[in-house]
């Protein structure tokens, strides 16, 4: 808030201040006001560089007030700081600002050590290098010693003097920076027919900025302390550091004089050329009443009013003459905005008095002298009414077109423009740049400038600047000078039809091209952010802010050129997102091309993996560093990269694909980074495309399908490795003993084999890095469970029949007290098998160990197989999270796969477990204890052959299998076991041949001996539980209760059976007709031998 207040007091005080001043001067307070040289009247004049003291001291001594002297009052007092009448002697100035300073020191400085010091041009760095004629001026130069000496001393201002007084040098820029080379990119516009030089166009520029100047007033010759004060000050400011904030306000110089003093610099003219010009000028204004300095005929002028006594020597002189008949042939003959036309003249004339005064200096000096005289006054005849003919609507003798031809009047004002730039640092603008600029707006009246064409010509300026010294804050200063050129439609009717008349023809490539005056301007532009836009991953490596700024320069100028006429061959203009897909397709080219070539010729890896994987970082880049910038003109542009890298890759990578048939070293390392690539690619383009366009891109790409390759050459290794397999399981189970691998491992070595190949397989499987589908993994799958379902066959081939364990079943005859009589069977007889030798051998080959070790293995396999499907699924998963996006979850593909699981190994293994258990009971009852049991039990008579003589048999077996057997598959076996018992039990009691029968009293004898054998399993809690040995003899109870009834019910019974069977139902004693039969044919009792023979026509036994 203080400091608006601050700035609001002294706008106030300035405007009260130029009110008063206009009232003295408007007044009768002072009797005569002389306007200064060029103003006609106050409103030429700047008063706020009026000093009030001087017009007041004036008013009160009532004489003339000459303003000249005012104003240069006001400047000489601005050198010193304004005093207060307090009067005290302990006030002081700084010069510098306190605040930034901080507090004095507090301890004594060090003391300095003795160097020697080291002159200012060796802290410069030379922008350009010094040739043997400068070399030759520097020894002679006083108080200063050569380059190659080793004691050198500091510049001092006596150095300065001597510069100045003694001789004139071409000036030399020296910077505090390494300047780049930018004389590639130059403007489009054709060289002057003269020769002129950009020091003559300099030295012009200067003049004219002076005349421009002077039309406002301030123009004034500086007095004789100036050249002295300018010394001081110039090594003040040689003498600080770029970084210091060095308030240097009493030193300065302020307003125009001051402006002036600094463009004198900044645009590196002698205080004498100065002083000379300026004398020139005024010289010029005298006797011309009314007539403004910027409309003189400045080249003509300076011609008349400057002798060649005012220069050094007559080379000097010569150099400025040529220079100024130069300008004049360029601006009225070369290139004049107004023609000859109908003044009579012809450029021939012109040319011939131009040529005679240049002849003049080598004429003897009177004659050369009167010559020049009359040709000048010639020149003056001819040129002053064509240079002061009308052109665009402006009235005679307002304007004199001399300098606003083009394009002499843009050379003019370029160098004008250079000037804003620090001297000491080529990539900052100087502090009164915009001073500066304001002051250049003078000049516009004089070289025909407008709006349009200043904000170009400054766009330029600033651009090549920065080409020049590489500093971001000049290119962003120039883009914000493109965005102010005003469109077509945004110009004035006059200044497009100015704009309009304004064009060159410029050879290029062997050919002339006609240039608007903004095609000549913004086409080098063009062309430099074309060029390297073209290749951006070349020229901006790192993106950075310069990528950005190249970008808006691009886009602004190419706005601006789209509206000028199209030049001779050139292509329909493009759209601002087709020129940054150009640049998008042009660069990404450029760049995969270079990585081809790096990694064409590579021994460790293959080219196309190594391609890949450059390629994947090349993508990243692009779209982290570049398309962020690139995507706020094209929202797409992720997507034209991704697309055209994966075209470009695609082409490298087919010719290998095709001839890609099994899955080798090179497949297996090219194929990964070529599927990833593609992945990364299409999620990018669906990530980054906006309003849907991600199909449309997506239908473009001709996608590698390497899934499809790879899966291909997948199946083919995974069916070899599965009949690899295959092979392992019948090896290992021939050499399979079926003996336990240990005490605590008690199941065969061979199914430690299989798995063992089997998980090398999958090793194997997934070490492949190469991309795969589900299907691939189903294959696998399948492979390994059709491995353990052979081998699971394998065990079972190995069991003997059935029908071989268990002996034939005997005739059913009927009760017979007499003998001999053969047996007859009907339908249920069958006749008796021989075993032999091998089969017998086979059988005997099972022992009740060797079955126990098989159970074992087979348990081994199926909860092994858990584990291994955990594991295939479990590095299944980081698999597809590793290779990229899932295009399924894990839920959805163990459900899409799950008929290829291990199920049907698991099912067939756990039949076999059950198969295996019934066998092993089956045939320790039927083989290993037959004669005990199936063929000696209740023989003769159930009380002399009970079944407690067949439980120590049936301890040992049960020993034997709970020793080897694991805990798991102990119920399973001990359960297998009691089935078989009560089989052979049913065998006997039902079909124990003509030698077994039952009477009445023996049904309680069998009830006992069911109980004993019952008890036997459960062993006191320590066997199976209850409840399953209960229901398996509860079948076995049921026929035994049947030999506790009468024969006449079990005949009445089997009469009713008979007819109830006939529609699904059973009889009131719950057996089948069979088995009643059997009850009758096994019952010692002739009412029932009777029966059976007349109803069924059963023999009887041979008892």
Known sequence: MDDENEVEILQRYRRDRRVLLDFILSGSLIKKVVMPPGAVSLDDVDLDQVSVDYVLNCAKKGGMLELSEAIRDYHDGSFFPSMSNAGSSDEFFLATDPESSGPPPRRPPPSAPVVVPTPILSNLAVSEPLDSEQLEVLPSLPKSQSLNSSLLKELTVDDIDDFEDDVEIESHRYSRRVLNDASDVVLELPSFATGITDDELRETAYEILLAAAGASGGLIVPSKEKKKDTKSRLMKKLGRSKSDHVVLQSQGSHGLVGLLETMRVQMEISVETDIRTRQALLGAMVGKVGKRMDTLLIPLELLCCMSRTELSDKKSYIKWQKRQLNMLEEGLVNHPVVGFGESGRKPSDLRVLLAKIEESESLPSATGELQRIECLKSLRNIAIPLAERPARGDLTGEICHWADGYHLNVKLYEKLLVSVFDVLDEGKLAEEVEEMLELFKSTWRILGITETIHYTCYAWVLFRQFLITGELGILRHAIDQLKKIPLKEQRGPQ???????????????????????????????????????????????????????????????????????????????????????????SSIKNAF???????????????????????????????????????????????????????????????????????????????????????????????????????????????????????????????????????????????????????????????????????????????????????????????????????????????????????????????????????????????????????????????????????????????????????IWERWTRKRQHDGPKRHTEPELRNSIRKDTFDGSRKDINAAIDQICEFTGTKTIFWDLRDPFIDGLYKPSVAQSRLETLIEPLDMVLNQLCDIIIEPLRDRVVTGLLQASLDGLLRVILDGGPQRLFTLPDAKLLEEDLEVLKEFFISGGDGLPRGVVENQVARVRQVIKLHGYETKELIEDLRSTSEIELRGGRGKLGADTKTLIRILCHRKDSEASQFLKKQYKIPKSTA
Request: some cysteine; overall charge negative.
């Open 495 to 585: 200044e497009r039809l100015h704009l309009r008349s304004l064009s060159c023809k410029v050879e290029s490539e062997k050919k002339f091209q006609e240039l608007t005056f903004l095609q000549s301007f913004l086409l080098p532009i063009q062309k430099w952010a074309d060029t390297r836009l073209a290749d951006y991953h070349l020229h901006f490596p790192e993106g950075s802010k310069l990528f950005e700024d190249a970008v808006a320069v691009a886009m602004v100028v190419r706005r601006l050129l789209v509206e000028e006429p199209e030049l001779a061959g050139q292509s329909a203009p493009l759209t601002d997102v087709e020129q940054i897909e150009s640049y998008v397709s």
């Open 593 to 871: 091309a270079r990585d081809v070539e790096t990694f064409s010729d590579t021994a460790n890896e293959h080219p196309l993996a190594l391609l890949a994987e450059q390629t994947e970082k090349l993508l990243k880049k692009d779209t982290t560093v570049y398309t962020p910038i690139l995507i706020q003109r094209h929202r797409n542009a992720n997507a034209v990269s991704a697309s055209l890298l994966h075209k470009l890759y695609g082409v490298k990578l087919k010719p290998f694909l095709d001839g890609t048939e099994h899955l080798t070293e090179d497949a297996a390392s090219v194929l990964p980074g070529a599927d990833s690539l593609e992945k990364n690619f299409i999620v990018i383009i669906k990530s980054n495309c906006e309003d849907g366009n991600a199909d449309a891109y997506l239908k473009k790409l001709n996608l590698y399908k390497i899934e499809t390759i790879s899966g291909t050459l997948v199946l083919r290794w995974v069916n070899s490795q599965l009949a690899r397999i295959l092979n392992w399981v019948e090896r290992a189970f021939q050499q399979e003993h079926w003996t336990p691998v240990s005490t605590q491992q008690r199941h065969g070595s061979s199914i430690v084999e299989v798995y063992r190949i089997v998980e090398e397989t999958v090793d194997q499987f997934f070490a492949l890095k190469v991309p795969m589908r589900s299907g691939e993994l189903g294959s696998l799958f399948h492979g390994i469970d059709n491995a353990f379902q052979i081998y699971t066959k394998n065990i079972l081939d190995s069991l003997a029949d059935m029908e071989d364990i268990i002996p034939t079943v005997p005739a059913l005859t009927r009760y017979s007290k007499e003998t001999g009589i053969k047996a007859f069977v009907k339908k249920e007889l069958a006749d008796q098998r021989v075993t032999d030798v091998k089969q017998i051998r086979e059988i005997n080959i099972l022992t009740t160990s060797t079955l126990c070790v098989q159970l074992n293995t087979l348990f081994y396999a199926i909860s092994q197989l858990s584990k291994l499907e955990d594991s």
